[in-house]
């Protein structure tokens, strides 16, 4: 597990490059939560790419750290929004919590209301951005998501 990001970063592709169509993308996002409930269940597969989202958040954490908390936040934006991940904003900011948007959102930006919130790779990855910071775990919850209805997606954080 440890350097996977390192590991996968490494590409050879001469001619096609690294970009790829979002699409593909949400396939591969979508297809593997999908097939990953068969298995385990909606809630194991939601637990999955929580899971997945943490360990990444931890590891792209070292890469983004800065000691103030508030160019933390800049880096992880800036870093989100160079990768287009989607747009991230800092809704909320108290001593015990932290509100996070994400406009434009990689996994549900556009798509149409499924009656759920389904961006939990994302949770995940914030959730472990801000345990790297804290050095202790935190509970996250989407409180909206795209693909609700709801125009953004939205992660609350509880420390
Ligand atoms: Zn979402």
Redesign the pocket.
């Known amino acids: 597990m440890e350097k996977l990001l390192e590991q996968i970063s490494k590409v050879k592709r001469d001619k096609l490059g690294t970009d790829i169509p979002l699409l593909i993308f949400r396939v591969l996002r979508h297809y593997t939560h999908f097939y990953a409930a068969d298995l385990l269940g909606e809630r194991g597969a939601n637990i999955l790419l929580i899971n997945a989202g943490r360990a990444l958040g931890e590891e792209l954490g070292n890469m983004l750290y800065d000691e103030e908390l508030d160019n933390y936040l800049k880096n992880i934006a800036e870093f989100v929004e160079k990768e287009k991940i989607g747009l991230l904003k800092v809704v909320e900011k108290a001593d015990d919590k932290l509100v996070v948007q994400?406009d434009e959102?990689i996994?549900?930006?556009g798509?149409d209301n499924i009656g759920k919130?389904?961006?939990h790779f994302?949770v995940g990855l914030v959730a472990g951005l801000v345990e790297k910071y804290l050095g202790k775990k935190v509970m996250a919850t989407?409180t909206?998501?795209?693909?609700?209805g709801?125009g953004?997606?939205?992660v609350t954080v509880h420390f």
């Not at 909206?144 to 609700?148: D, F, I, L, P, S």
């Open positions: 994400l959102c996994t549900c930006a798509m919130r389904i961006c994302e989407e909206k998501c795209g693909a609700n709801e953004t997606c939205e």
